[in-house]
């Protein structure tokens, strides 16, 4: 279906062509005047200088053509020169039937679907997950479930960062405490044990203890960095525990992003792209892409059109070792021989933004990435506490996945059981799920790019911009239709009729809005807008609530039509909270 912004600029379009201008001035936009008119149109004050004529007079000459047009109840020229429209009721309504009868609520399926990559997670094996990570999680799955929706074919890939010093840090600090294990022992030829020799729990405390050593020993750090190359460089008894690093931290890890409602389709990581090094480094060197600078082997990257300084992009040290660039490279290599992308969309910190241009660049430039294939990075900010600082734990720690959930989902449970109707099962249950959109609707409502402030109380709020209002607003639709429903009626096949009140045409005005919010969305990657839509829609929605009696309204026919949007307006909201990766409960 097109959009209503595509509809009626066809419609203006048309009337600046009958009235002797060109089509092109007939663009649309929403009112910035909502209390004057619903759309308008600014094209006769930009037609003004090719006609020589005074913009109202043109806006006037349009208008004249719209006297009978089947969209607008409403056309007025307004000086200086705008026109000013409103919608007729009936078309309104006949959209939203469209909308209704369609099981993509109007979203057209995209022409010629991209293949597209999403690179997102991001977390690094064996380290614990931190907020940072939570919000490329948070955001990637979003975007990835808009692509979706739109009919873009879209792999997530978690990229595992799973190669690097962590693993030289934890096998060194096994080495000190069980010596005697065979991974150890250089002349061992046998098979190694298929059981990890340590669990998770034991793992997370290795790591952050390898690493405290680390720092204060220099002598512990060659050792780690040592082990470190071994194992890159395939040391048998190393790749053996490496093995099992994975396998105990990769399960630990789905647990924690099946918590969160994120789902990976590739589980790769920067070990599985050390394959395409070698040959990757050969040729560049042999093309003369590549070449030393103070000893390290750069791709320069640098554009005349720069205004800045670009530094090269480095893919090997002096020492030979080569350095997260040149994962991301050898990763472009295989995804190009998996998937051959379309388009690539890279979720982590802002802060590696010089990271992912000097990657794109020397992507493109050496051809590892054909030019037709957008690389994207989308860069997010930081997740503060209230006191603006990067946020933290009480203690002042990084604050773990975990508990940041669990702190959630207990000032959720108090909240719901404060005015509890529910049994305690249930009410934790559902503290899950309201927490859950608490986290989300918090991070993806802020455009992706800004910091913002994590504020429990605040996200956690039944009212105002939040995740558990829009969740509020769908469960009171869903008990308004259940009710309606236990009386034997049912919804099906009721018909949307033309508004009934103001605030009723109202809500019908936002949710027509839901395709072209959602095209949106996806073209500017930006979540943050179908998080205002729903807001306003659920506010247009609870405004209609109030004014409106619905189960007791005695004309049957206008009950209908009030169930038969409430029906569509729940469809719309569950649609968009998925495409934002979280769900409504039944009751709350
Ligand atoms: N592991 C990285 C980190 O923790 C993020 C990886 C982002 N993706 C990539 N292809 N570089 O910062």
């Given at each position: 279906m097109k959009t209503i912004i595509e509809l009626i600029t066809e419609e203006i379009a048309g009337a600046f062509a009958e009235a002797?201008?060109?089509?092109?001035?007939g663009r649309v936009t929403l009112s910035n005047r909502p209390d004057l008119c619903e759309y308008q149109c600014n094209g006769a004050m930009a037609g003004a200088k090719t006609y020589k004529k005074a913009p109202i007079m043109i806006a006037a000459d349009v208008a004249a053509k719209l006297s009978d047009s089947r969209c607008f109840e409403e056309v007025s020229a307004v000086n200086p020169g705008f026109i000013n429209l409103k919608l007729k009721k009936e078309f309104v309504a006949q959209y939203l039937n469209q909308m209704a009868e369609d099981e993509r609520l109007g979203l057209e399926e995209v022409q010629g679907p991209q293949m597209i990559v999403m690179d997102y997670g991001g977390p690094n094996v064996a380290k614990p997950l931190h907020v940072g990570h939570l919000r490329s999680a948070i955001i990637g799955e979003s975007i990835k479930r808009i692509a979706r929706r739109m009919g873009h074919q879209v792999l997530g890939d978690i990229h595992l960062g799973d190669w690097g010093y962590q693993m030289g840090l934890i096998i060194t600090e096994l080495r000190i405490r069980k010596p005697e294990l065979p991974y150890f022992d250089e002349d061992y030829k046998g098979e190694y044990p298929k059981e990890a020799p340590f669990t998770i729990g034991e793992l997370e405390e290795i790591y952050p203890t390898a690493s405290g050593k680390a720092k204060e020993d220099d002598g512990y750090r060659q050792e780690a960095l040592q082990a470190t190359c071994l194992l890159q460089n395939g040391h048998r008894g190393y790749r053996a525990v490496w093995n099992h690093i994975m396998n105990v931290s990769v399960s630990d890890l789905k647990k924690n992003y099946e918590r969160l409602n994120v789902h990976f389709d590739l589980w790769k990581g920067e070990a599985d792209a050390q394959a395409y090094i070698p040959d990757m480094i050969e040729w560049m060197k042999k093309d003369g892409y590549a070449h030393i600078d103070e000893g390290a082997l750069v791709i320069d990257v640098q554009k005349e059109t720069d205004t800045k300084d670009i530094p090269p992009c480095m893919i090997q040290k002096s020492d030979g070792a080569s350095l997260y660039g040149t994962t991301d490279l050898a990763t472009l290599i295989q995804r190009e021989e998996d998937y051959k992308p379309d388009r690539i969309i890279y979720i982590a910190d802002k802060r590696q933004d010089l990271h992912f241009l000097q990657v794109f660049r020397a992507a493109k430039k050496t051809g590892i990435v054909p030019d037709g294939t957008e690389l994207r990075f989308l860069g997010f900010g930081t997740m503060n506490g209230r006191d603006g600082k990067p946020f933290k734990t009480r203690e002042g720690g990084v604050m773990r996945l975990e508990n940041l959930i669990g702190e959630i989902e207990e000032e959720m449970y108090k909240k719901i059981a404060e005015n509890r109707t529910v049994e305690e099962e249930e009410a934790k249950e559902t503290a899950k799920i309201v927490g859950m959109s608490a986290i989300k609707y918090g991070d993806l409502s802020n455009q992706a790019s800004k910091d913002y402030v994590f504020d429990v109380d605040r996200f956690t709020s039944f009212e105002g911009n939040t995740g558990p209002y829009i969740l509020y607003t769908i469960v009171r639709i869903k008990s308004i239709l259940n009710k309606y429903q236990a009386e034997g009626r049912t919804a099906e096949g009721s018909r949307i009729e033309s508004a009934h009140n103001d605030s009723e045409k109202a809500l019908m005005l936002e949710a027509l809005k839901y395709n072209e919010v959602t095209e949106a969305a996806f073209n500017e990657l930006a979540p943050h807008k179908i998080c205002a839509f729903i807001y306003d829609l659920a506010n247009t929605f609870n405004r209609f609530y109030h004014e409106t009696k619905i189960l007791s309204e005695e004309d049957e026919a206008k009950q209908r039509s009030y169930i038969a949007l409430l029906v569509l307006t729940k469809r719309i909201l569950e649609a968009c909270i998925d495409m934002l990766g979280f769900e409504a409960p039944e009751r709350m």
């Open positions: 002797g201008y060109d089509k092109e001035y």
